[in-house]
């Protein structure tokens, strides 16, 4: 794995635009490596630990329990969400065009409490498959759709757009698997503090702004 991100601060707080970096993560995230997202600015959420659900495996998903808050989410478009059957968890009208959770799932075959990694990598990569239907999975189960409307997907500051931005860029499934990163000390990482993280565990990380940025284009058709 090719370590793209600096772990130190001040090239972590203004991580953005390094085309090569970029890159460097698109490959990671093809092959299905885990990759450290990073947002900026005042408001901007905390760093993730992203994979593509369609690529993921056990091993990665106990990593990314490990490491994260074990509240695991997959990044999925609403429109995917709407054919599974997977409704907003508590209707919030103050958020409409925000990324928010749906009624989290487990697979419905091959799984056992649910809660297991293998049982969430199995989670994860069915809702990834464009063959499943709203009948492949239980409710409620032990992994979150997180429905990313189309209103926040050319957001710079927009986690979930980027996650699945990743998708686009690879030509994979849109179906990102996506977890706070938590460190030692049970406190969600800063960006300096995933940025070391990432050069700790040989992963690649790349800033939202830059992986939106790409998307754009692929997305809407029209470049800049």
């Known amino acids: ?13 203004s991580f953005t635009d390094d085309t090569g970096v ?4 698109l490959a990671a995230f093809a092959s299905g490596q885990p990759v450290v ?3 900026t600015g005042v408001s901007a959420m905390p760093p993730q630990l992203v994979i593509a659900a369609q690529r993921v495996e056990p091993a990665q998903m106990a990593f990314m329990v490990r490491y994260t808050s074990g509240f695991i989410s997959v990044c ?3 429109s995917r969400c709407d054919e599974l059957v997977l409704p907003i968890f508590a209707n919030d009208k103050c958020l409409v065009g925000e990324p928010l959770p749906g009624v989290s799932v487990d697979a419905l075959d ?6 297991s990694a293998v049982d969430r990598c199995l989670t994860a990569r069915r ?3 464009p ?14 759709p997180l429905r990313v409307p189309d ?23 849109e179906a990102t698997v996506m977890g706070d990163l938590v460190g030692d000390d049970a406190e969600v990482m800063t960006a300096a503090e995933a940025a070391g993280f990432a050069a700790r565990h040989e992963l690649t990380c790349v800033a939202v702004a830059d992986v939106i940025r790409l998307a754009i284009p692929l997305r809407t058709g029209v470049v800049s």
Not at 110 to 115: A, L
């Open 1 to 13: 794995m090719t370590v793209g991100c600096a772990s130190t601060p001040e090239v972590a707080e």
């Open 22 to 25: 970029a890159a460097s993560a």
């Open 37 to 39: 997202l990073l947002a």
């Open 76 to 78: 999925l478009p609403t």
């Open 110 to 115: 091959g799984v056992g409490t649910g809660i």
């Open 127 to 129: 809702l990834a498959n």
């Open 131 to 144: 063959s499943a239907t709203a009948q492949d999975f239980r409710r409620p189960g032990h992994v979150v």
């Open 151 to 173: 209103a926040c997907r050319d957001r710079a500051d927009s986690l979930p757009a980027a996650a699945l931005g990743l998708c686009r860029l690879t030509g994979l499934v």
